[in-house]
């Protein structure tokens, strides 16, 4: 069984229990009752032409199955007021509990305490976990193209985009572009980390960003350390970097964030004169 198998049956677990407390009904009557969802493909740039700054998405991220615990992270709402006022576009909260120590307990922290556009991630297998996120605010879901077939990519995105809400639609290798881009994806990242192996190699995006179809927003997902991680994903066209442990364990948060759109928007201005010439 591969990681992402192994989490996905522990998810799957967690939710069944979940629905057995508040079933899909009850779920449905709250996320109408939410404030309408805020707009993600416009604040990670989807709006400009050209695109000409780099946007981070900031994540709350306590564990991972890679690194074990990477920060303590007692108050998640005073971590995400740092990211926004660091100039974050989005953040990112993991719900998933058995593997990151993710909670919807700390998304609805988080929610209460920011007015950016919050992507909910976990691993989304199915449709309920699309109305919970819905029900406590969320604007951005994840798609892991890899953990879905086709049928289930289409309804899972179709009913997110019905919700008013976007989808991260997450891919590892050129095939699953084909397939993000054939169901219509907006919001498409390239993690770097594969999720069956763990193994990071940031020389993947690189490769694979030309294919992902013009009009997308494109998303660096995982292992950016520095500045110089940012500045190789931003010069590859990268419209924004998804980014947790470099985030959680810095002791200032918020300079890093408006260090890595500095880097990046240097970056992304050298491509575009580049492709001027
Ligand atoms: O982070 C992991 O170890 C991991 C393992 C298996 C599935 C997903 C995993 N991470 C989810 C992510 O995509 C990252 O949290 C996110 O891209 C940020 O990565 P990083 O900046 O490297 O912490």
């Known amino acids: 069984m591969s990681v992402l198998d192994d989490i996905i049956a522990g998810v799957r677990e967690d939710m069944a229990q979940r629905q057995r407390e508040l079933p899909l009904e009850k779920v449905q009557e709250r996320a109408a009752q939410a404030a309408p969802a805020l707009d993600a493909f416009d604040a990670l740039g989807g709006n400009d032409n050209p695109r000409g700054t780099l946007r981070v998405i900031s994540e709350v991220k306590r564990s991972s199955p890679s690194k074990g615990a990477l920060a303590e992270i007692t108050d998640p709402a005073a971590l995400a007021v740092r990211y926004e006022d660091g100039g974050a576009a989005v953040i990112s909260v993991l719900t998933e509990q058995r593997r990151f120590n ?4 700390d998304f609805d922290a988080v929610r209460e305490a920011v007015r950016i556009p919050l992507l909910r991630k976990d691993f989304t297998v199915d449709e309920y976990q699309i109305w919970e996120a819905r029900a406590h605010g969320a604007d951005l879901v994840l798609l ?3 953990a879905l077939d086709d049928e ?9 985009h019905e919700l008013g809400m976007n989808a991260l639609v997450e891919t590892h290798t050129a095939e699953e572009i084909e397939r993000a881009a054939a169901v219509g ?16 190699d940031r020389s993947v995006f690189a490769a694979l960003s030309e294919s992902i179809p013009a009009g997308a927003v494109v998303i660096a997902e995982s292992g950016v350390r520095n500045t110089a991680d940012v500045e190789h994903f931003a010069a590859n066209g990268a419209n924004a970097v998804l980014v947790g442990e470099a985030l959680v364990k810095h002791n200032d948060p918020a300079a890093t964030i408006a260090e890595f759109m500095q880097a990046g928007a240097a970056a992304i201005a050298g491509r575009l004169q580049a492709s001027e010439r």
Do not use: H, W
């Open 152 to 160: 289930q990519l289409r309804t899972f995105l179709d009913l997110t």
């Open 144 to 146: 892991i193209v890899a």
């Open 102 to 105: 993710g909670s919807l307990a």
């Open 185 to 200: 994806a907006r919001i498409i990242g390239v993690n770097v980390r594969n999720l069956k192996t763990l193994e990071v």
